[in-house]
């Protein structure tokens, strides 16, 4: 099956700081990314969907200064967190849509998970 | 009302039982209905895929749709220990490539 790979798969970083969370497709090209935020033992909440070449579409309630996402080519997304603070301490995922195969599935990344000390 | 509703659990099993897992859905426009498998601390991995109403199976997996009853089912034969991990539904409608996903249900499969 399709790969999405995600990088760093964990952080910890000051108050104060930014931090970028990298999102591949590994064997194929993803015109359409998303971002999804994970707390303990909840579901996934879609952040936003990122388009290569041009702006993100943010979700309802996302600040989109706060996370900032770039899609410069057909493999990668990239998250901005920008000056996070504590209560974004949580589990981001990425996920890749493959139109290529034909069926309109998503495949997902092993996540990031962030600390804001 | 929830446009997906999952049962979150958990749901313990011995070994080898056959287990049931379902989510219903509010929308009749949804037309792909998707199972996920997440580890603890890892990313949701892909299980099935369908469209529209009926069975497809793949190894000790089966997944169910109708349509009429706005009701998906995942079915797993012989299950074993390594199955343990939250399942998690997800539809979406034609034309739009975002998901809905369901709260998911946390299974424990006892040895």
């Known amino acids: 099956g399709a790969v999405v790979s995600q990088h760093p798969s964990w952080v910890i970083c000051k108050s104060g700081t930014s931090v970028k969370i990298e999102c591949r497709s590994l064997?194929?090209?993803?015109?359409?990314m998303f971002w999804y935020r994970q707390f303990p033992k909840q579901s996934l909440m879609l952040m936003a969907t990122s388009n290569e070449g041009s702006k993100a579409t943010y979700e309802q309630g996302v600040e989109k200064d706060k996370f900032l996402i770039n899609h410069a080519s057909l493999t990668l997304s990239t998250l901005t967190v920008t000056s996070a603070h504590p209560e974004d301490s949580s589990f981001y995922i990425c996920s890749a849509r493959d139109q290529v195969s034909g069926e309109e599935t998503q495949y997902f990344g092993p996540g990031t998970r962030l600390l804001v000390l | 009302q929830k446009e997906v509703e999952q049962d979150p659990g958990p749901l313990s099993v011995p070994e080898g039982a056959i287990v049931s897992l379902n989510c219903t859905y509010s929308n009749s426009a949804f037309q792909y209905f998707m199972w996920y498998r997440q580890y603890s601390r890892k990313g949701p991995e892909l299980l099935m895929y369908?469209?529209?109403?009926g069975n497809k199976e793949d190894g000790r997996f089966t997944a169910q749709v109708d349509k009429s009853s706005k009701y998906i089912s995942l079915f797993i034969r012989d299950s074993q220990p390594s199955d343990s991990a939250t399942y998690l539904c997800?539809?979406?409608?034609?034309?739009?490539?975002?998901?809905?996903f369901g709260t998911g249900t946390r299974l424990k499969v006892l040895a």
């Open positions: 064997d194929f090209q993803a015109t359409t």
């Open positions: 997800a539809v979406n409608s034609a034309g739009t490539y975002k998901y809905i």
């Open positions: 369908t469209y529209s109403s």
